[in-house]
């Protein structure tokens, strides 16, 4: 399938002919927004195959996932964590310093006014908006739930700094990049509110346009305008979220878009600069938003199964095997679940903190039981679940 292609690809491949061919080809196929960039010119996008295509697998494990009976309890903890994982990586992108392990420390305690750490801060912060946000899923969008978004995600930070908080902003605006140097400038700060009122207003109206587009044009319009002094992209990553919850696309609660637009960094930013850099076409942005969707989606549904073979192992085992089953033969079970390789002695007394002799016993019992074999001898002796063809098996009487 043929590239959307950039244009200097295009013209260093093909020349600068084959590049006005292809130019022309797309404004024919244009789909034009009521959204206008800085020249008063609308931004668009083309429905590439590749788009299509990609619409049509996010599309198939959506429906996959609604299709799946999932205990509450599993679907609540995925929720806290994915938006524990969206508040960090959605400010890491931003700068905050932290790492992730004292970040999900602290995101799981209440919040505290004042961390008096501002990348802590910012990432806390981040995490009340999402959850605010999601208590607004009935609510259509209005500049009131932008401005009380950002004087959430900016709340405690910036105070040597002073800047407009929960009202766009009153001065100019620029992106810089890691050397300090503008690489971007937001439209006039007289131009914010007008553009503003025409984003509201086209998010808010009905239209043809498929929701998971309309998602990633939600983000790429957001940061275009900029109309916050600081606080932008946290905010265009947040609003997207909340506009596939508001289409009934309930997946982006298991999700954490951020994740993927982090370790695809530079990506990212190149699909934003890209929109300017080709005339407002949007499709670049488009293709990468629903690129990190996908790849999303798949991970989330690794997850799911591994929490269905955890569901399958409580449900296979009869209750006369579990009674002879302690918390760590059952944890060690679950360990073997999750990992392809083999579970050692070793690994065993460090998973639950016992001696060399207590995980014999327990291997020895859980063989007795039917439920795991011995792979090796000597110092490559380990221990699997036990297969019966291609399916793991579980005996439910061990007898």
Known sequence: MEEYLE?????ARYGPEKWREIEEDRRRKANLLDLLDKKGKPFWFVLSPALLDLISEIERNRGFLASLKLPKKFLDRLTSEKIKKEAY????????A???EVALLH???PSKKDYGDESLQMIVNNRDALEHLRKQGSKPFSHEMIYELHRILVRNT???RPMTVGAYRKGSVYVVDGQGRAVYEGPPASEVMPKMNSYVQWINS???IHPLIKAALVHLYFVHVHPFDDGNGRSARALSNLYLMKRDYQFINFLAPSDYFDHHRSEYYRAIQNAEAHESDATFFILYYLKALAEQ???IQAEIEKEAKVGEIRDLLGRDVQSKLDKKQVKALQWMLEHPEKMTTRRYCKLNRCSDETARRDFQGLIEAGLIQKMGEGRSTGYVLKQTGNQVFY???PS
């Open 107 to 109: 995101l799981g305690r």
């Open 297 to 299: 989606l798949k991970d």
């Open 158 to 160: 910036h105070k040597t």
């Open 89 to 96: 990586y959605s400010s890491h992108i931003e700068g905050a």
């Open 98 to 100: 932290t790492s992730l």
């Open 395 to 397: 005996a439910r009487n």
């Open 7 to 11: 244009k200097q690809k295009i013209r």
């Open 206 to 208: 009905a239209s043809e």
